[in-house]
């Protein structure tokens, strides 16, 4: 019986173009990998800056694990908590212009765990509709329901808020940097329009954290406070080129966290050596601007030169830069073109995108080049021509 209904919700998957293949990669050079032994320039992670290959990660990671043990042995709150955990809460504290952060092993959890502890005892939960899967799931292990406003629609969220019950606390969600889309979010008037209903403002700036701000901090970092944005989630295994997550807020929101969220109490701390890693990322962040400076200076080539070629790119400022196809079987027909041109490039369909917006999400980092930017909108120019013609 089970089985028949696995199959049944498979096939499905597969007659809409939905299916996803699983391959497998090794690394070739700074941008590049090894798939299906081709060949490929890497234009769907997420390591903006280029530093997840970056050899003196590596060996922070291996000094902490000689120093600090592989694993940690135990979670936080038992005996898991180690020094270089402790240090590098102090360290993205002091980069996002928060008094605490709390240290987590993925962002997905971090997210569960805010979710859970913020969005109990009947809160109501406001979400942009593009928010990410976890900040959706993390509403439902708290038992709450999420009203999704339109995406990025201010007015939208303020017919929901003022229609909302008085008596029960009231909770904003939105992603800094949205991942399917890259557009970033209106954190000032979120952050208003929360006050302004006495409702508390978390922003998810996963994409954000090491690629905008002045320092790297972020969509939200030190250009607002704890006061206008009371909970800031921040990820590590994009920008940062790590692994993990955290939670920066006040001493209220980080006890609460500490005591009260299960994604946080039940589960092993992460291995030490990997906070190692992103404590020397931080480094790397605060003194070579120049990965920052050159990732923008790729961002602007590919939005000028992009859209003089007529490519439907969507209004990103970010290295997320997707090219909207519409079509699930049309995107996948371009990524694999793409990819057998020797150009690995995301293809995101429903339900991870809204039906009909099927897209080519390609992702800029500061370890590509120029030439190869040039290459690739220059083969998504002929892909486009020959549909035409
Ligand atoms: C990637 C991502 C997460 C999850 O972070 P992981 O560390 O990969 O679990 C959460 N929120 C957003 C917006 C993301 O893009």
Redesign the pocket.
């Known amino acids: 019986m089970w089985r028949d209904t696995l199959a049944r919700r498979l096939e499905t998957r597969r007659a809409e173009s939905l299916w996803r293949n699983r391959a497998m990669y090794r690394p070739a050079g700074d941008a590049g990998l090894v798939g299906n032994s081709r060949r490929l320039h890497d234009f769907a992670g997420?390591d903006y800056l280029g530093l997840a290959r970056d050899s003196r990660l590596a060996e922070a990671q291996a000094e902490g694990a000689r120093r600090h043990g592989t694993g940690a042995r135990a979670s936080h709150l038992v005996c898991g908590h180690l020094l270089p955990h402790h240090a590098l809460e102090e360290r993205l504290a002091a980069l996002t212009g928060r008094p605490r952060a709390l240290l987590f092993s993925?962002?997905?959890?971090a997210?569960l765990a805010v979710l859970q502890v913020l969005g109990s005892d009947g809160t109501q939960v406001f979400q942009d509709r593009l928010n990410?899967a976890?900040?959706l799931d993390g509403a439902a292990l708290a038992g709450a329901r999420s009203r999704r406003f339109h995406h990025a629609d201010l007015a939208d969220l303020e017919r929901l808020l003022a229609r909302a019950r008085a008596d029960v606390p009231r909770l904003v969600v939105s992603?800094g940097v949205f991942?399917m889309d890259g557009d970033v979010a209106d954190v000032a008037a979120l952050a208003t329009l929360a006050q302004r209903h006495a409702a508390a403002l978390v922003i998810?700036d996963?994409?954000g954290i090491g690629v905008l701000g002045d320092h790297g901090d972020g969509s939200v970092g030190w250009r607002h406070d704890t006061r206008q944005v009371p909970v800031l989630?921040g990820?590590?295994?994009?920008a940062l080129g790590s692994?993990?997550?955290f939670v920066a807020g006040d001493d209220l929101l980080i006890d609460a966290l500490t005591q009260l969220a299960r994604p946080y109490i039940y589960t092993t701390a992460q291995p030490p050596g990997v906070a190692c890693a992103t404590l020397r990322a931080l480094d790397i962040l605060a003194a070579e601007p120049e990965r920052r400076r050159h990732l923008q200076a790729l961002i602007d080539h590919w939005r000028s030169r992009g859209a003089a070629l007529g490519l439907p790119l969507l209004p990103s400022p970010t290295p997320i830069q997707p090219v909207r196809l519409g079509d699930s079987a049309r995107t996948l027909h371009w990524a694999r073109r793409l990819h057998e041109q020797g150009f690995l490039v995301g293809a995101i369909r429903p339900p991870t995108v809204p039906r009909g917006q099927a897209r080519l999400r390609i992702t800029l980092s500061a370890a590509h080049d120029r030439d190869t930017l040039d290459d690739l909108l220059d083969r998504l120019a002929a892909l486009a021509a020959e549909e035409a013609s």
């Open positions: 997420n993925t962002g997905y959890m997210n990410h976890s900040l992603d991942s998810d996963a994409h989630v990820t590590l295994g994009k692994a993990g997550a």
